[in-house]
C-alpha cells in the first residue's frame, strides 16, 4: 500500500507571493493533517481535515488556508508569503480520528522556503 | 490542556549504550502515547504507541517504552544504541478534551550516537 503522498519535495518562492501543497493519504484514510515544522518553534499544529469538512485547526493566520478533496486528496495554500513561513510542512493521514489510538502516518514533506 | 514535555532536547550516547529518552505527559486520565522518529530529510515514523493493558510496550528497531502512570513518564529506552538510531524522536499523545481526539507532539529529543 502506498504511504502518504506530499508533492512538491522542495519549493523556493519569493515573499509576497503564494504557494500551494498538495497531499495524497494513505487510500482509505479520511482524516488528513497538517503540520508546520521549523528549528525553532518544532511542530505546530496547522489543521486537520475530515470528509472535506475542518475539524480542528491551529493558531495560525488567516493566511493559511486548506481543503480537502472528495477523494480524501488535501491542499494547503499559504498566501503573501513571509520569510518566517520557510519551513517542513508536513502532511499526515490517519484511519480513524474518532479513535484515539489510531496513529498518524506522515509523508516526507514538502520543504518551501521563501527568499 | 494536555501537554508533552521532552527532557533533553539532544542526548549523546556511545555506540553499543543505553538509549534512555525521557518523556513525561500531564493529564489525571492516562492518554493514548506514542513515539515517533523522524530521520533526516524524512517525515515521522511510527515507533510505538501504548493504548490500554501491558505497560511495557515494545516497538520497531529494538526500541520499547514504559508506561508508568503514577509518574506520568512514557520514557523510551533501547539496550544497545547502533548508528542507525541517529536521528530525532518526537513523544506524542492523543488527547480528546476538546471533544475530538488531537496529537500533541513533545519538542523533540535528537539522539546523537557516537562511534
Known amino acids: 500500500k502506498a504511504g502518504v503522498t506530499q508533492t512538491p519535495r522542495y519549493l523556493i518562492k519569493t515573499r509576497g507571493q503564494q504557494v500551494t501543497l498538495s497531499c495524497s493519504p494513505i487510500?482509505?484514510?479520511?482524516?488528513v493533517s497538517w503540520y508546520q515544522q521549523t528549528p525553532g518553534q518544532g511542530l505546530q499544529f496547522l489543521f486537520e481535515y475530515f470528509s472535506e469538512t475542518q475539524r480542528n485547526k491551529g493558531n495560525f493566520p488567516g493566511r493559511f488556508s486548506g481543503r480537502q478533496f472528495s477523494n480524501s486528496r488535501s491542499e494547503m495554500n499559504v498566501s503573501t508569503l513571509e520569510l518566517g513561513d520557510s519551513a517542513l510542512y508536513l502532511c499526515?493521514?490517519?484511519?480513524?480520528?474518532?479513535?484515539?489510538?489510531?496513529?498518524?502516518?506522515f509523508g516526507n514533506g514538502t520543504r518551501l522556503t521563501v527568499t | 490542556a494536555q501537554s508533552v514535555t521532552q527532557l533533553g532536547s539532544h542526548v549523546s550516547v556511545s555506540e553499543g549504550a543505553l538509549v534512555l529518552l525521557r518523556c513525561n505527559y500531564s493529564?489525571?486520565?492516562?492518554?493514548?502515547l506514542f513515539w515517533y522518529v523522524q530521520y533526516p530529510n524524512q517525515g515521522l515514523q511510527l515507533l510505538l504507541k501504548y493504548t490500554t493493558g501491558a505497560t511495557l510496550v515494545k516497538g520497531i528497531n529494538g526500541f520499547e517504552a514504559e508506561f508508568k502512570k503514577s509518574e506520568t513518564s512514557f520514557h523510551l529506552t533501547k539496550p544497545s544504541a547502533h548508528m542507525s538510531d541517529a536521528a530525532e524522536y518526537f513523544c506524542?499523545?492523543?488527547?480528546?478534551?476538546?471533544?475530538?481526539?488531537?496529537?500533541?507532539f513533545g519538542t523533540g529529543t535528537r539522539l546523537k550516537v557516537l562511534a
Open positions: 499526515a493521514s490517519s484511519l480513524a480520528p474518532d479513535r484515539g489510538d489510531s496513529p498518524l502516518h
Open positions: 506524542a499523545v492523543s488527547d480528546a478534551t476538546s471533544g475530538t481526539y488531537k496529537y500533541i
Open positions: 487510500s482509505g484514510h479520511r482524516s
Open positions: 493529564s489525571s486520565v492516562p492518554p493514548y
